[in-house]
Each structure stands twice: as C-alpha cells, then as structure tokens.
C-alpha cells in the first residue's frame, strides 16, 4: 500500500542550528501539506502546495522556516536557527486529485524534533 | 471563529469495554467531518470521513456518527482492544477550494488489560 514517506524520523538538534526534514508523498499526490504537532496538540497546518507552488503559507514564521516542493513531487522543510519552541512532530501529508468533499489526506510517520 | 472541541481529554477503560468520544464544531461552511487514530509518535490514520448528509458511518469496531443541525459527533468503539490505545482526532474540513482542515486537540484512550 503506498505511504507517505518522512525522514529522519527523529531528530536531535541544538538552538541556533540548521535542521531539514524530507517528504516523499504518495505518487500521484499533487497536494502536499507540512504540519506541526506540539504534544497533546491537534496538528497546525504550516504550509500547503499545489504541485511546485504554494497554496497558503500563512501560518509558516517565515523568519526562520522555509519550504519547498521544486519539481512537485518531494519536498523540504527547513529551520534556521531552530528555537527551543520549535520542539514538536512535523508531520507531512498528502492528497490526491479525487472530488473536494472526500480530499482525504493521508499523514506520513512523522519527524519528531527535539531542539536543545 | 472556527473550532473544534473533543471531549472528554483523555479516557481509561477496561479492555472489552465501549465507549464513546464526542466531537463540537463551530466550522462554516462546513464540507465533511473526519475520525483520525494516532498511535504515539505515528501520523494520524483516517477512520472515518462523513458530508453533510450522512449520519453514520462505520469502520469495523468503529462507528462514527454525525449531527450536522448541532454540530455534534461522535465516535463509538466497540469491544475494545488494547490496541485501541491511541488518540482519536476530529478533524472537521471548511468547504471550499482549499477545503482547509480544522483539528481538534484529540481524545487520549487508554485500555487496560
């Protein structure tokens, strides 16, 4: 059965540092989504692309995150520096082409981030 | 402002026991309400996606079942398992192009032997 694919799966890091995480979506999914997770939280969507370009990105701290998706199929998210609050699950998802009323996403296993 | 609320937070019961987590929303327009499992430290899994017209659904164990006048929902499980332990997240999606997600805080189920 097809999955989303997440990498690494954990990650330790210290303040100040450069972190990235990889996304590989189901094939086919041209919507791709990166959340973040605080534990006991509800995950919050960071950023949403359509293929290659992005869709909302509203709710992405764009001072220190950045995301992209440069041949619509796998993508990157990245933050520098990396802030004690940034500490979470940052879970990748995607959907395929189906009607909007059943736009199912399916969640990857998830990067959980540590930052020290 | 849209929202959704779980109930109750967390949730201990006995293996084989039912039970039953519910779900409030404030989301409009509203386009369909979701039922996700998360084991610890997995990505939510889909259970169940219910529009406005159904009223229930189910999936094995699992039944979901959906008030779309008060905007209620629940989650029933039945004969429960211990690897039920997980948290249930409602999920309700706001119609629309982009059909953004709107998450509850997820119920924490426990079952014990």
């Known amino acids: 059965e097809a999955e989303v694919a997440q990498s690494p799966r954990y990650k330790i890091t210290e303040k100040s540092q450069a972190v990235a995480f990889w996304c590989d979506p189901i094939s086919g999914h041209a919507t791709l989504y990166w959340y973040r997770q605080i534990l006991g939280q509800g995950p919050e969507l960071l950023v949403q692309f359509q293929d290659e370009s992005v869709v909302d990105d509203s709710q992405l701290p764009k001072d220190r995150f950045s995301a992209e998706r440069l041949k619509g199929v796998d993508s990157t998210l990245k933050i520098q520096p990396a802030e004690l609050g940034d500490s979470a699950m940052y879970l990748c998802a995607s959907s395929g082409t189906g009607t909007l009323t059943y736009n199912e996403q399916f969640f990857g296993p998830g990067t959980r981030l540590t930052v020290l | 402002k849209n929202q959704v609320e779980q109930s109750p937070q967390s949730l201990i019961i006995l293996e084989g026991k039912n039970c039953t987590l519910q779900c409030n929303y404030t989301v409009s327009p509203f386009s369909n309400l979701r039922w996700y499992k998360q084991d610890t430290g997995r990505g939510p899994v889909s259970l169940t996606i219910?529009?406005?017209?159904?009223n229930t659904k189910s999936n094995g164990r699992y039944t979901a079942t959906l008030d779309a006048d008060t905007k209620q929902s629940s989650l029933h499980i039945t004969a429960s398992q211990l690897s039920d332990s997980a948290s249930y997240i409602c999920?309700?999606?706001?119609?629309?192009?982009?059909?953004?997600?709107?998450f509850g805080k997820g119920t924490k189920l426990s079952v014990k032997p």
């Open positions: 999920v309700v999606s706001e119609r629309g192009s982009q059909g953004n997600l709107i």
């Open positions: 219910m529009t406005f017209s159904e």
